[in-house]
């Protein structure tokens, strides 16, 4: 079934107001597995100690291998991956910060993987392996890294949502916290994530000097009911976002915002959703605040679009290439 015959069927209709109804619940792996050197680090040893007290079942790896992610096929690989975290050290090559222009002037990570279900997912073909949810546990020497690649009297900026969603993740690992913490303390640097995620309450009080733009990803209703599987919905995120926006005074977090619209999806009378969206938006932001706004349309590489459909066997979302244009990089990889 195609998007347009989803977006028109009324018993799809129907199903999703039922689902409107749920209240979200965080990701709660099935499975959570530590690395023999992850539990040497005290980060790592924090994420254990909040697993434990949430109940979740838990393993320490006689080595630093994760096994057990594989499955008959990339279907049940996908499954089984989806329902692991694993609490690991990030490798000597992560030090190494790469530029990634224009989002920020370096990129760091505190985990690789997201527990949402995306159907346009941008980290398939990004990340190797099964898609398990790899959690660093040598976030300190991370953060402190850092520093060898600030500028004196020069703002940098760090990016550190790449290759997840950090605030997916903050319930189980506070790593946010923790970074936030850090630069806000740091001259001449800013710090910035983007997330679907509404669970901001652990943010709210930080010291975080507005050296931290809290950044919410939104779609259209229509595109994020269908294709952002596992996301609290859009509504639950603009309230998110306005109170981290919201002064300190006023109960909120005091951050610099921004909001990323993406992707932009050419479903049937999109002007009207993304002009309801634009409309909620301005309705949530409705006082003077330090925002940014970027505008991603959708693409895929051959080798993501294999992957997702993989993952997405019934996906309705359209990777044709008859209406596209090609877009291509200086090492002859395109888009």
């Not at 346009?120 to 060898?148: D, E, K, M």
Request: glycine fraction near 6%; hydrophobic fraction near 35%.
């Amino acid at each position: 079934m195609s998007l347009l015959e989803i977006i028109d069927d009324n018993t799809a209709k129907s199903k999703l107001s039922k689902n409107d109804d749920k209240p979200f619940k965080l990701w709660m792996p099935k499975r959570v597995v530590f690395t023999a050197d992850a539990m040497e680090e005290s980060y790592g040893q924090k994420i254990y100690e909040r697993v434990s007290a949430l109940g979740l079942r838990k393993e320490i790896a006689k080595n630093n291998r994760i096994t057990g992610l594989r499955g008959k096929d990339e279907r049940e690989t996908y499954r089984i991956a989806k329902n692991t975290l694993a609490i690991v050290n990030a490798p000597p090559s992560a030090f190494n910060l790469r530029p990634i222009p224009p989002s920020a002037d370096w990129q760091f990570h505190l985990a690789e993987g997201c527990p949402a279900h995306c159907q346009y997912c941008y980290l398939a073909g990004s990340l190797s392996g099964p898609p398990a949810i790899r959690v660093f546990a040598n976030l300190p020497q991370i953060l402190q890294n850092t520093i060898r690649f600030q500028r004196l009297n020069q703002v940098v900026s760090y990016e550190a949502s790449c290759y997840t969603d950090p605030l997916s993740l903050e319930h189980l690992t506070g790593g946010l916290e923790e970074t936030i913490k850090f630069f806000a303390e740091q001259p001449n640097t800013h710090l910035r994530f983007v997330t679907k995620f509404d669970n901001v309450e652990p943010l709210i009080g930080l010291t975080h000097n507005g050296k931290t733009r809290f950044r919410c990803s939104l779609n259209a209703d229509i595109v994020s009911k269908r294709l952002e599987g596992g996301t609290p919905a859009v509504q639950s995120r603009l309230a998110a976002l306005r109170k981290m926006a919201l002064p300190k005074p006023l109960g909120g977090g005091g951050y610099p915002v921004g909001i990323v619209l993406a992707p932009i999806i050419p479903v049937p009378d999109w002007e009207i959703h993304y002009s309801q969206l634009l409309d909620d938006i301005e309705r949530h932001l409705d006082f003077e605040t330090d925002l940014t706004f970027e505008l991603i349309t959708h693409r895929f590489t051959p080798g993501s679009r294999d992957i997702l459909l993989e993952w997405y066997p019934n996906t309705s979302l359209d990777f044709g290439e008859d209406n596209r244009a090609i877009k291509r990089n200086k090492f002859g990889g395109h888009k």
